[in-house]
């Protein structure tokens, strides 16, 4: 039985990457793990949301993308096809040898994570997806605020002198 681990952070863009790899493996008995890989916080929101509430939260993401990943896949891959879910708590790497402990080695990732930025490609284990053309640049001047701070600086100049004077 092949095994595919695939990372998810987002539905519909890991759909475009999965269509092919499902229909390859349409006939054969695959086991599909999906990683949700939940969007980080930052280190200073623990000042209001407690770490159980984190992990809630966490719990909760996940929960709602598996419902819009499982049907999709059981429906891609058909019924030989079976698919765990794993909720990514500690980094790729020490997880994906972990799922190699627990699946066996012959493991086969594939990283359906959203680019972090729009120009970005998706790695290169993964299938091609067809991605827009980019529309035809327009320059675009940008005028800076001009900080003319020179008015202000010079009357309080001015009335701290006067101030001074006074006493």
């Given amino acids: 039985m092949d095994t595919v681990i695939v990372y998810v952070d987002d539905a519909e863009y890991a759909r475009q990457i999965i269509q092919p790899l499902a229909r390859q493996a349409g ?10 890989c939940a969007p980080r916080m930052t280190h200073r929101i623990s000042k209001w949301v ?17 419902a819009q990943m499982l049907p999709w896949i059981q429906a891609q891959a058909g019924d030989h096809a079976r698919v765990d879910t794993v909720l990514a708590k500690t980094p790729l790497p020490e997880l994906i040898v972990q799922l190699q402990q627990q699946y066996g080695g012959n493991l086969q990732p594939v990283d359906a994570r959203r680019p972090k930025q729009d120009n970005a490609a998706p790695m290169a284990n993964t299938a091609a997806v067809p991605q827009p053309a980019p529309a ?13 701070w020179t008015l202000p600086g010079t009357l309080a100049g001015l009335f701290c002198m006067m101030v001074i004077a006074v006493d």
């Fill in 27 to 36: 006939g054969q008995a695959t086991r599909w793990v999906l990683v949700a």
């Fill in 136 to 148: 035809a640049a327009i320059p675009v001047t940008v005028k800076k605020p001009a900080r003319n």
């Fill in 50 to 66: 407690s770490h159980s509430a984190r992990e809630s939260w966490r719990a909760k993401w996940a929960d709602k993308l598996f």
